[in-house]
């Protein structure tokens, strides 16, 4: 008995030191939510900028990073439609030099102003009266096809700055409506198969020039559905299982140049019914970019309780803030909303973390982020967690995809990383870089949260402290 009474009082003191391996201390933390407007890429209003290259080499005004810096520091805008004329080239194959200079040119003040770049070419705009008259202006495919192999090089060496690209090109404005090749100039509405077989050429050689993580807007959802062969309709439109896999169809989205402006959007919706198509690209949109502008005062569909309904349901990413400003202007107020919940909008709710460890020991991270906006990111981004201190910093890469984020959801993540191998207090910081240009805090994602934010680093704080010895 004597020696059984002693076996029991030596498990007895086993158990406290079994229990404090198996559960490490750790601290949990929530977080209050900030109202702010947030200069984050890739998301929010954005400026309509636009340039000409004319027979005489005249015509083009370079873009002008003062102005580009102030879009970001006065109004919060990180992004320009950036429209790219080549009048000049409709009528020949060869694209100057000198062109192509300029174009690069303007890529690099893009990224000295800390902003991204939608990119759209075209060749025409429309001339007096309307409609507007023929010829009217733009290439035949055969010449398109070899201005878009000439220009690869200079959206590949870009491709960090250009958030997407249009398919433009094609009619006026590069809009696919109003051309002389693509379908019958006398009548727009008139497109044989052999122009929708050229119409997804120039898709398809404009997914061919970008990197495979890139992605092309064409005008409307029907563009899309006949050139790729997929219906109208939820049952149309990507799933979850497609997305981002590189095929044609997880890269092509839509841009809606007529929002809001009449009940099919001046021939956007060509569905019967027309929420037909609305589905479509409701679905769609949970994995490609939706954005475009306002271009008429459609009360009440074009008034604010409408149109946010709308905007939150088709998952819209950006608008034009300078056009149509009489739609705009009715919004009041409320275009702050806009501000806030166009795109994504990331934030903290809670986390919970390891407190204390030895070094390179395991440190268990649990973060709930919430997304306020009325869509998820488009283009990649990473997701580290920094170790920081006075004297060191570690970043690990965890596994994370926050392009499934998706609008009005709470997302749970938990990681499991090796604590630095210094021993010392460290806060734990959390990043999600543009994985090509990671090196520039203005293109990491600022959580929407109050006290957070690092700029001069791009980090938000989690406000949680890691002991390491």
């Known amino acids: 008995m004597r020696r059984l009474a002693a076996a029991v009082c030596a498990i007895g003191l086993l158990l406290p030191a079994q229990q404090a391996i198996a559960a490490p201390p750790t601290t949990t933390r929530t977080y209050t939510?900030?109202?702010?407007?947030?200069?984050?890429?890739?998301?929010?209003?954005?400026?309509?900028?636009?340039?000409?290259?004319?027979?005489?080499?005249?015509?083009?005004?370079?873009?002008?990073?003062?102005?580009?810096?102030?879009?970001?520091?006065?109004?919060?805008?990180?992004?320009?439609?950036?429209?790219?004329?080549?009048?000049?080239?409709a009528s020949q194959d060869v694209i100057d030099k000198q062109y192509l200079d300029l174009?690069?040119?303007?890529?690099?003040?893009?990224?000295?102003?800390?902003?991204?770049?939608?990119?759209?070419?075209?060749?025409?705009?429309?001339?007096?009266?309307?409609?507007?008259?023929?010829?009217?202006?733009?290439?035949?495919?055969?010449?398109?096809?070899?201005?878009?192999?000439?220009?690869?090089?200079?959206?590949?060496?870009?491709?960090?700055?250009?958030?997407?690209?249009?398919?433009?090109?094609?009619g006026l404005w590069g809009e696919g409506y109003y051309t002389d090749y693509f379908s019958n100039p006398q009548d727009p509405s008139q497109v044989s198969d052999q122009n929708w077989a050229d119409r997804k050429a120039v898709v398809t050689a404009l997914?061919?020039?970008?990197?495979?993580?890139?992605?092309?807007?064409?005008?409307?959802?029907?563009?899309?559905?006949?050139?790729?062969?997929?219906?109208?309709?939820?049952?149309?439109?990507?799933?979850e299982d497609q997305a981002y896999d590189g095929s044609a169809l997880a890269r092509v989205?839509?841009?809606?140049?007529?929002?809001?402006a009449s009940p099919d959007d001046f021939g956007t919706y060509l569905s019967?019914?027309?929420?037909?198509?609305?589905?479509?690209?409701?679905?769609?949109?949970?994995?490609?970019?939706?954005?475009?502008?306002?271009?008429?005062?459609?009360?009440?569909?074009?008034?604010?309780?409408?149109?946010?309904?709308?905007?939150?349901?088709?998952?819209?990413?950006?608008?034009?803030?300078?056009?149509?400003?009489?739609?705009?202007?009715?919004?009041?107020?409320?275009?702050?909303?806009?501000?806030?919940?166009?795109?994504?909008?990331?934030?903290?709710?809670?986390?919970?973390?390891?407190?204390?460890?030895?070094?390179?020991?395991?440190?268990?991270?649990?973060?709930?982020?919430?997304?306020?906006?009325?869509?998820?990111?488009y283009n990649p981004h990473q997701v580290q967690l920094i170790f920081q201190n006075d004297k060191h910093t570690f970043k690990v890469t965890v596994p994370a995809e926050p392009r499934l984020w998706g609008a009005g959801t709470t997302t749970n993540l938990d990681w499991k990383v090796a604590a630095p191998p210094v021993p010392g207090k460290y806060r734990l910081l959390i990043n999600l870089p543009d994985p090509l240009l990671s090196s520039r805090p203005e293109y990491s994602i600022r959580l929407a949260n109050n006290g957070t934010w690092q700029p001069g680093t791009g980090y938000n704080d989690l406000g949680q402290t890691v002991s390491v010895g």
């Open 33 to 89: 939510t900030s109202d702010e407007v947030i200069a984050n890429p890739e998301r929010g209003f954005y400026h309509h900028t636009e340039t000409h290259y004319k027979a005489d080499n005249t015509g083009y005004v370079p873009l002008d990073l003062t102005t580009l810096r102030n879009f970001r520091t006065e109004e919060h805008i990180t992004q320009i439609l950036r429209v790219f004329y080549l009048e000049k080239f």
């Open 103 to 170: 174009v690069r040119a303007d890529f690099r003040t893009a990224r000295a102003a800390g902003i991204k770049v939608i990119v759209r070419f075209a060749y025409a705009l429309p001339g007096d009266g309307w409609p507007p008259p023929t010829p009217y202006g733009d290439a035949p495919v055969a010449r398109v096809l070899k201005h878009i192999q000439q220009l690869t090089p200079v959206l590949r060496q870009n491709a960090d700055v250009i958030e997407l690209v249009q398919s433009g090109f094609v």
């Open 207 to 239: 997914l061919t020039a970008l990197p495979k993580d890139r992605m092309v807007q064409v005008r409307t959802p029907y563009m899309k559905q006949r050139m790729f062969g997929v219906p109208t309709g939820k049952e149309g439109a990507l799933s």
């Open 253 to 260: 989205g839509h841009h809606n140049d007529c929002f809001l």
């Open 272 to 377: 019967d019914p027309i929420e037909l198509d609305k589905d479509f690209v409701a679905q769609d949109t949970n994995y490609v970019p939706e954005g475009g502008e306002t271009c008429a005062v459609n009360s009440p569909r074009s008034d604010w309780e409408s149109a946010s309904a709308e905007m939150a349901r088709l998952h819209f990413s950006f608008l034009n803030t300078d056009y149509n400003q009489d739609v705009l202007d009715t919004w009041g107020d409320n275009l702050e909303v806009a501000k806030q919940k166009l795109g994504y909008r990331f934030a903290l709710t809670q986390s919970t973390v390891t407190s204390k460890t030895r070094p390179r020991g395991q440190v268990q991270v649990g973060v709930k982020i919430r997304n306020d906006g009325w869509a998820a990111p």
